[in-house]
């Protein structure tokens, strides 16, 4: 073969050519990789073992032997005689410093640390799983802040290192798609991934990656069972008012009932002239004095001494806030006399206002470990699945510290490695489960808790509610999914909903089945087909809304709990499946002129957008097996109408290319088969030259 010579500026012309296509389509190829900028993770900072459960096990021997948790955060402090020890013989047996690129991932903050006593101390602190060992991925030094590329590394080399939990409590109230990605990579690896909702509440879609991943195990914090676990009511004819109860005051004995009056600032000049005996009084925080500190225990204090019978401080600025009576400045001798609470702003002006007329309030503060948090982060994060999945001990939980020391400390940080810990102790009792399947077992025996007035708390709060470690030992039955959502119209008025069921001993399951739902417009059915338990719901009334409740599976000894979330509108979206072929219809009173067809997969990744009209439709195909959501935004007039829809796809359409033997994702694929074509056009070009 011969070659005709190029001149040199025919040569420098065609390696522009061939320059130019490699930088579009590089770029093309970024675009379809949806490359994220590396962003930076805040750490979730702010007697729980015995309080869930965890002697139960303990007692018969089980306490996490022969698992590794990877612990992702500040690193761990081996030399705590808690957690005594680095390498094969140590508690923490491996790891890897990925801000100091060396093999010893030394804590010099705290907070992992912190976390990895919550999961396996065993000394003086004894944690969930005592001995179980601990992998040390020290992504963060400040204690901060964390790369997400760190953050995906350390995922990765968990699952290389052996890891058979993950335990992440950092997060960002936003979507990365890389970390998710990551998370996914290690639970189909077999990985547990335990992740911290976050401290973003009491805001709801406040969970972010991880937390969001339908894969994780996502732990919101509770109180703890402690004294100062306290939680205080506020009605005002008959309406219920948010109140947060301040540090350092106790419970009351009976219910605050009295008149509310306005206080001003609570100093002693703002009382004089004022009948605050045997009120309420309504005080403002702050000071209207530039530079003047007027603190909470003088407001209390002044409050008291003028006969009031408890007082309520309201913001100052937008919003509620954690108040504390008890601190440096107070003295030894300083102890509150009445019940002191916090108001947001808004509530506080509301109030204030109406109290112009004579007021009567109820007060009342008591003990309740079981309330959710006013930091721990809320859902929803998806219409397709619930989060938070439970809920743990995250408010002054005693755990191991740096320098040998211990420490009291909150956040949800501190309630995610409660959960940890019980999964290895599942894992030791049962080491060929799943990861869904522990995920199931931990989340339907959680005990579903209640608000300060007897109220569940919504699933976007709790999910099933606070983690029993007892029960999640004793379970033998396990439920997939863990959760049941209906999507009811005039259109779609039965659902049927199938929960496959496995028994851990090889029985064959017998259950009875209960159900609870704030609402009437719903009528529920159930039926047993071997292994198969089929959810039926039935419209009644046509009113619409999203209802919650909770299935109750009685298993025998156990009661299992799955949450049940229906959603009633005016519109559906059906979907016709043929080999693959997904085609969609729109059921609607409203006269629609457009919808947008948004296909997940049940990781929550986009397969395909398109659009239908009443006139057109376009189909989606499905290239692997399996379930997958869908979403329908319905354009009618100037509204929006959103309907949902979940489907199995069992034949999926069949490509020339197999692209999932290959590896490549199709798109990307498509990308690099451009690429080629392109550079063989150039040489083509070149040659014809």
Not at 64 to 88: M, Q
Not at 324 to 344: A, F, N, Q, R
Not at 489 to 511: C, D, F, H, M, R
Request: charged residues 20%; contains cysteine; aromatic residues 8%.
């Amino acid at each position: 073969m011969s070659f005709i010579p190029l001149g040199e500026g025919q040569i420098v012309k065609y390696q522009k050519i061939i320059f130019c296509a490699f930088v579009v389509l590089i770029g093309v190829i970024l675009v379809s990789q949806k490359i994220q900028p590396d962003i930076t993770l805040e750490i979730l900072l702010d007697k729980s073992s015995k309080y869930v459960g965890a002697d139960y096990p303990h007692d018969l021997g089980f306490n996490g032997n022969g698992i590794k948790v990877a612990v992702i955060d500040t690193g761990v402090d081996y030399n705590h005689p808690d957690l005594f020890g680095f390498g094969p013989s140590g508690k923490v047996v491996g790891g890897y410093d990925f801000i100091e690129n060396d093999y010893s991932p030394i804590d010099t903050n705290g907070h992992g640390t912190e976390v990895a006593g919550i999961i396996a101390a065993n000394g003086t602190l004894k944690g969930i799983a005592p001995s179980a060992k601990i992998l040390a991925y020290r992504v963060s030094d400040t204690g901060e802040g964390v790369s997400s590329d760190l953050i995906i590394k350390a995922i990765q080399q968990a699952v290389t290192d052996g890891a058979n939990v993950i335990n992440i409590s950092l997060g960002v109230n936003r979507t990365n798609e890389r970390i998710d990605e990551a998370i996914n990579y290690a639970v189909k690896k077999g990985v547990i991934v335990v992740t911290a909702a976050g401290n973003g509440g009491p805001d709801l879609k406040t969970i972010g990656s991880p937390g969001k991943d339908p894969n994780t195990i996502t732990v919101g914090a509770t109180y703890n069972n402690i004294t100062s676990s306290l939680v205080a009511t506020l009605q005002i004819d008959g309406e219920r008012v948010q109140v947060l109860p301040m540090a350092g005051i106790k419970p009351t004995s009976e219910p605050v009932l009295a008149e509310i009056i306005f206080g001003k600032y609570g100093r002693v000049e703002d009382l004089v002239g004022i009948d605050a005996k045997g009120k309420i009084l309504l005080i403002e925080r702050g000071s209207d004095k530039k530079g003047e500190l007027v603190y909470f225990s003088d407001k209390e204090k002044n409050s008291a001494i003028a006969g009031a019978k408890a007082i309520i401080v309201y913001n100052n600025e937008p919003g509620i806030f954690l108040g504390e009576l008890t601190h440096k400045l107070t003295g030894p001798d300083y102890i509150p006399m009445i019940p002191t609470v916090s108001m947001s702003r808004e509530d506080g002006l509301w109030l204030r206002n109406i109290i112009q007329n004579k007021t009567i309030g109820t007060l009342n503060m008591f003990y309740h470990p079981d309330f959710v948090s006013f930091f721990s982060s809320r859902g929803p994060v998806s219409p397709f699945y619930i989060k938070p999945n439970l809920v743990a001990p995250g408010v002054f939980v005693n755990a191991t510290s740096i320098k040998g020391s211990y420490n009291l400390t909150s956040g949800t940080s501190f309630a995610a490695p409660h959960v940890s810990g019980t999964a290895a102790i599942l894992l030791q009792k049962n080491p060929k489960l799943t990861p869904h399947e522990v995920n199931s077992i931990i989340s339907t025996t959680a005990d579903p808790i209640s608000d300060t007035y007897g109220t569940p708390f919504p699933l976007e709060i709790s999910g099933v509610g606070r983690l029993n470690v007892t029960k999640a030992f004793n379970a033998n039955l396990v439920i997939m999914p863990n959760y049941v959502i209906f999507d009811l119209s005039p259109y779609a008025k039965t659902q049927t909903s199938l929960l496959q069921l496995k028994t851990i001993n090889g029985e064959a399951p017998t259950v009875k089945v209960d159900f609870k739902i704030n609402t009437d417009a719903v009528n529920f059915d159930y039926s047993l087909d071997g292994n198969r338990l089929y959810i039926i719901s039935k419209l009644s009334k046509e009113i619409t809304g999203e209802y919650q409740g909770m299935i109750t599976i009685d298993g025998g000894i156990i009661q299992y709990h799955v949450p049940i979330l229906v959603r009633i509108g005016t519109s559906s979206v059906g979907v016709i499946t043929d080999d693959g072929k997904l085609d969609f219809r729109v059921y609607s009173n409203d006269i629609w002129t457009y919808a947008k067809i948004t296909v997940y997969n049940d990781d929550y990744n986009l397969i395909d957008t398109t659009s239908i009209t009443p006139t057109k439709n376009a189909p989606v195909f499905i290239r692997e097996s399996g379930q997958y959501w869908i979403e329908a935004n319905i354009k009618d007039g100037n509204n929006t109408i959103n309907a949902y829809n979940t489907i199995f796809v069992e034949s999926p359409i069949k490509d020339q290319i197999d692209f999932s033997t290959i590896g490549i994702p199709q798109r990307q694929l498509l990308v690099i088969i451009g690429i080629i074509v392109t550079i063989a056009t150039a040489g083509m070009i070149i040659k014809k030259k």
